[in-house]
């Protein structure tokens, strides 16, 4: 029995300091809230934010969109405080930064607990990259269901130029969707800075989901529409897995490993792909 794949197109990150954002969160189309006490929070705003964050995330209201919370690493001043914080609450998952070794990993498990949300993987390090493997062969005792590609962070360690092709990134950036899948976890892509370059976001969500992400992670409500739209199946695709699905529950074909359709052969794991494109599509 195939598992239907979870709709994550777009996962927006919104400042955990800012309460009328968070509220604005509740009634936007994302399939993801990530509500981020790192990057987006001053130093000095640290703890009001985890304050805001916890009672946010108690108040609840934000529908079928998975909520996550990205906490501080361990190795700053506010990590250990962002775990105590998120380890009771009703989350999706914890997004944790810099994970470069399964050792992370298992250091970030046990200072949410055991019992706490699910992990998921900021991948913005050479050494994260490196790690993959290894990562990922941690995911079960760690409760990991997800992989984030950190761009920003990732292009600064390597001094890289990613440009508008990210061409210096595409290795790393196939190396953590293939690590995500061979541990049958998310992978989300990194962001795009470009606020005002609708052209650029949008090459760039079809680059993710040409790479196989399941989507992508955004910074501003306006890229909501360009990630959906990218990662969601396109009507031809949809209509392609109408008829997979039609063509095998078809009598004459029930019995068969493979079947001719629209000139092409057709095998069992295409009607798995099929039925995996009309749960996306909803």
């Known amino acids: 029995m195939t598992t239907a794949p979870l709709r994550r197109r777009s996962a ?15 009634s936007l189309p994302c399939d993801v809230v990530i509500l981020d006490l790192e990057d987006a929070v001053a130093p000095g705003e640290k703890a009001a934010a985890r304050a805001t964050m916890a009672a946010e995330c108690r108040a609840g209201g934000f529908g079928d969109r998975a909520l996550v919370v990205r906490i501080n690493g361990l190795d700053t001043p506010w990590g250990a405080a962002d775990a105590e914080a998120v380890a009771g609450l ?12 399964d050792r992370d990993l298992v250091a970030a498990r046990a200072a949410i607990g055991p019992e706490g949300p699910a992990l998921w993987a900021m991948i913005e390090t050479c050494a994260g990259i490196l790690a993959l493997p290894g990562i990922v062969a941690a995911a079960s005792s760690a409760t990991l269901t997800a992989l984030v590609a950190g761009t920003n962070d990732l292009a600064k360690e390597m001094r890289c130029r990613p440009g508008t092709d990210r061409m210096p990134l595409i290795h790393a950036l196939a190396a953590t969707v293939t690590a995500a899948r061979a541990a049958g976890l998310l992978a989300l892509d990194g962001v795009c800075n ?18 196989g992400f399941d989507g992508k992670t955004l910074i501003h409500p306006s890229q909501i529409a360009a990630a959906n739209s990218a990662f969601g199946p396109a009507p031809e695709q949809v209509a392609w897995a109408h008829r997979v699905v039609d063509a095998f529950a078809d009598d004459a074909n029930a019995a068969l490993g493979a079947i001719r359709l629209d000139g092409a052969m057709v095998e069992r794991l295409h009607l798995e792909e099929a039925r995996a494109i009309l749960a996306l599509a909803g």
Do not use: W
Request: no cysteine.
């Open 90 to 101: 009703a989350l999706d998952a914890v997004l944790v930064p810099k994970i470069a070794s």
């Open 12 to 26: 927006l990150y919104m400042p955990a300091s800012n309460p009328r954002a968070i509220a604005k969160a509740r």
């Open 194 to 211: 470009a606020l005002d370059d609708p052209d650029r976001l949008a090459r760039e969500a079809l680059q993710g989901a040409t790479l």
